[in-house]
C-alpha cells in the first residue's frame, strides 16, 4: 500500500508531517495493505493564517485493487485531529465497501452447509 501525503502551502514542516502521518496511516489502515494499492492525503488550512475553529481539512482517498476510488473528508481544530478523523472515516467505509465484497448477506451459504 503506497501512501501519498500532500499539503496546502499553508502547512509548515512538510517532512516530519508527512512521516508523522504516513505512519499514523499505515497503523490505522494496516488490515487492508493487500486491498488497497494507493492511498493519498490531502491536508490544508482553510483559513491560512487567520485564526477559526475547526479550520484545518483532511481528505483522503483510497484505491482498491479493481473498484473506484472512495474518498472521506474530516475537518478538525488541529490537523492530527484532522487525519486521525479522516483515517477513521475512511477505516469504515472501507469495512462496508470491502466487506461487501466477502459476504453474501452476512451468513454461509445453504449449499455450503449440504457438502459438509
Same mark, same amino acid.
Given at each position: ?20 502521518? *504516513? ?5 490505522? =489502515? #494496516?488490515?487492508?495493505?493487500? *486491498? ?7 491536508? #490544508? !488550512? ?8 475547526? !479550520?484545518?481539512?483532511? =481528505?483522503?482517498?483510497?484505491?482498491p485493487s479493481g473498484q473506484k476510488p472512495v474518498a472521506?473528508?474530516?475537518? $478538525?481544530?488541529? =490537523?492530527?485531529?484532522?487525519? $486521525? ?7 469504515? =467505509? ?14 454461509? #451459504? ?7
Open positions: 500500500m503506497q501512501i501519498q501525503v500532500n499539503t496546502d502551502y499553508n502547512i509548515a514542516g512538510r517532512e516530519t508531517l508527512v512521516a508523522r502521518v *504516513q505512519e499514523d496511516v499505515e497503523q490505522g =489502515l #494496516s488490515r487492508f495493505a493487500q *486491498q488497497v494499492t494507493r492511498i493519498e492525503v490531502h491536508l #490544508s !488550512d482553510e483559513n491560512a493564517a487567520k485564526p477559526g475553529d475547526n !479550520d484545518k481539512r483532511c =481528505l483522503m482517498e483510497a484505491r472521506v473528508t474530516h475537518m $478538525a481544530a488541529t =490537523l492530527p485531529e484532522a487525519w $486521525a478523523g479522516a483515517i477513521k472515516k475512511l477505516r469504515a =467505509l472501507l469495512d462496508t465497501q470491502l466487506g461487501k465484497l466477502n459476504e453474501k448477506k452476512g451468513a454461509e #451459504s445453504i449449499r455450503d452447509n449440504e457438502l459438509r
